[in-house]
């Protein structure tokens, strides 16, 4: 065969090349192809239009450098896996189609890399100080399989999946674009800027601990694997920080902006303190809100002031709010406590916390019958009993419509403690219904829900309530109450979640309806959902043109989607990979009328459904 590397007479000396070789390769109009694995000691892909092919099973070793050197020259990977021992240079293209691996000892500076169409596809970087000179677009970038390389980006990049290894990447004076999850060992942002852009995929992305210059935030949210501190910008188009139990420190001088600006957006992201993990930054005297909220549908900021010019404060908020025995408290305040830790000793410091009421399509975070005209912001310096609750100064109107403010009076701070701060009312009325707990809790593929109530007045009945987001809810049971009770009752409903297709967090509330129809909310409780059974729901159903594909994959293979007619004929198939909540749609307009066997196959499940075409 005219384009077989392994026929000798395909070679000008008679033989096939090997280790020891230069392999030349000129225009010709047979392109070499390999189906063997081959070592040589240097490459040079020339010729005008000629590329050098791997079968995609075999390997092939480069010992020194690789030139693709005109820019219709190109090495063609399939699946297969080239180890290059030098550089790349030249004008040409390597394209990884498929899922193809190349392992690159030198700097990488061909005129273009084409990731292909396997997510798994991946350049690795594994030499010591390496350079890549020019701006591609990687599926996955490895540096290092040891701390010992270091690679020193010269131009703009974009990964589409994941930066990881353990060695070190410096990003100089540009700008790396990652899809994915950026896991590295080691980040020198230098001047560069990071920008995290999983939201045209709806992805969550993670990053580990580093010391960005400029980092934005444009995805579904961001998990927080190491502290991380932000030297110049940290900017939010659209997604959360969820902190977990790291920290994310905005060093002074450094700017916190959304799309650009200084006034807060939260619509546009906003930091989650939903465990120990703190936000801080600098206060000011002018006042200098920290954009906080316990969970993806609870923002809670805070705004400090403070007398000095140069105070620094740690910051989160939790849902929950106890009394001076640790008890929760349940009734005429604010469900929720900030937590404002100061660097320094400071004099005055004044605190405005922010909270919702649940009208606006937000959370429910007032406890009856807390009064918004008669507000008062509390704290403490810690949360053991004899410690109280002091009053930072008198009871006063609430400021806004949904959400709310309360200012506290002037707190004397001092450095390395903790205050907690929550808002409490006064003029207690009686309470309609005394909550003991909510629980909601998933159990065999379906939420079971228990309630205790210890004092009941003139309780008509709850309501249950889920949500999908935590801000749009419905009406999934209605349980009777007791009207007017003085003893504990006891209170369950379940949740089989047979109208959805459950993945991801689902949220729960109690609506308490009295006889004369005033109601109050409980806390939000929020459930992560793994279903052991394969859920897989198809819409429309008949279809016209397209039928829509939910299902979930809790184990992360591969899904196989399979459409065959009544005659057992295959007329549709395509894989899908991904985890957690996925979709497809199909282009049903060519397929005749008729019924369709659909087949769902993920791992070891297979769910199988007949679908109709119009």
Not at 316 to 341: H, M, Q, R
Not at 488 to 514: F, M, P, W
């Amino acid at each position: 065969m005219p384009n077989c590397w392994t026929d000798a007479n395909n070679w000008d000396l008679g033989s096939i090349p090997d280790v020891d070789d230069d392999v030349y390769i000129p225009e010709t109009s047979y392109n070499p192809y390999i189906s063997v694995s081959v070592s040589v000691n240097s490459l040079n892909i020339e010729g005008l239009n000629t590329s050098v092919t791997l079968d995609g099973t075999h390997s092939l070793t480069i010992i020194n450098d690789v030139s693709v050197s005109t820019a219709s020259s190109s090495l063609i990977t399939g699946k297969s896996t080239v180890y290059i021992g030098g550089s790349i240079l030249g004008g040409g293209t390597i394209n990884l189609n498929g899922n193809g691996i190349i392992f690159i000892a030198g700097d990488l500076s061909v005129g273009n890399i084409i990731a292909g169409t396997g997510v798994k596809s991946m350049v690795v970087l594994n030499g010591l100080n390496q350079h890549i000179t020019k701006t591609y677009k990687f599926n996955n970038l490895q540096v290092g399989s040891s701390n010992a390389t270091t690679v020193y980006f010269l131009a703009d990049q974009t990964i589409n999946v994941a930066l990881s290894g353990y060695g070190t990447v410096n990003c100089g004076n540009h700008t790396l674009n990652l899809i994915g999850d950026m896991t590295v060992k080691y980040f020198v942002a230098d001047s560069g800027t990071v920008n995290l852009t999983g939201y045209t995929n709806a992805q969550s992305q993670v990053i580990n601990g580093y010391n960005f210059y400029n980092l934005t935030i444009d995805n579904n949210k961001t998990y927080l694997s190491g502290n991380v501190t932000i030297s110049h910008n940290l900017n939010f188009i659209s997604g959360n920080i969820l902190l977990r139990s790291y920290n994310l420190t905005i060093l002074p001088n450094a700017k916190l902006t959304w799309n650009g600006y200084a006034t807060v957006d939260y619509t546009s992201g906003y930091v989650v303190t939903c465990s120990s993990g703190y936000f801080t930054m600098n206060g000011s005297s002018q006042g200098t809100v920290f954009p906080v909220g316990y969970s993806m549908v609870e923002y809670n900021p805070v705004t400090i002031s403070s007398s000095s010019t140069s105070s620094v404060f740690d910051v989160k908020v939790y849902d929950g709010v106890t009394d001076k025995f640790g008890s929760p408290l349940t009734n005429n305040g604010v469900n929720e406590t900030w937590i404002v830790a100061p660097h320094s000793n400071y004099s005055s410091v004044v605190v405005t916390p922010q909270w919702t009421d649940g009208s606006n399509f937000d959370a429910a975070q007032e406890l009856y019958p807390f009064n918004r005209k008669n507000a008062v912001v509390s704290y403490r310096s810690n949360l053991n009993y004899p410690s109280q609750w002091k009053p930072s100064g008198s009871g006063g109107s609430s400021i806004g419509d949904d959400p709310y403010t309360r200012i506290s009076g002037s707190i004397s701070m001092l450095a390395d403690s903790l205050y907690y701060i929550s808002v409490g009312g006064a003029g207690i009325s009686a309470l309609p219904v005394t909550l003991l707990s909510f629980d909601a809790v998933l159990e065999n593929d379906a939420v079971n829900l228990n309630w205790i109530t210890s004092s009941e007045i003139n309780n008509n009945y709850f309501q249950v309530e889920r949500s999908t987001n935590g801000f749009d809810w419905n009406t999934i049971g209605q349980i009777k109450g007791h009207g007017s009770s003085q003893t504990r009752n006891n209170y369950a409903a379940v949740d089989n979640l047979s109208d959805i297709v459950a993945s991801g967090t689902l949220y729960y509330r109690l609506k308490q309806v009295d006889y004369n129809g005033g109601f109050t909310y409980s806390e939000i409780r929020p459930v992560e959902i793994t279903l052991k059974t394969f859920a897989v729901q198809t819409y429309p159903n008949p279809a016209n043109q397209y039928i829509n594909i939910d299902w979930m994959s809790s184990n992360g293979a591969v899904t196989q989607l399979r459409l065959v007619n009544t005659n057992g004929i295959q007329v549709y198939a395509n894989n899908v990979s991904g985890n957690g909540a996925l979709h497809q749609q199909i282009n049903m307009e060519g397929f005749p009328s008729g019924n369709y066997i659909l087949q769902v196959i993920c791992g070891t499940e297979i769910s199988s459904r007949v679908v109709y075409k119009d």
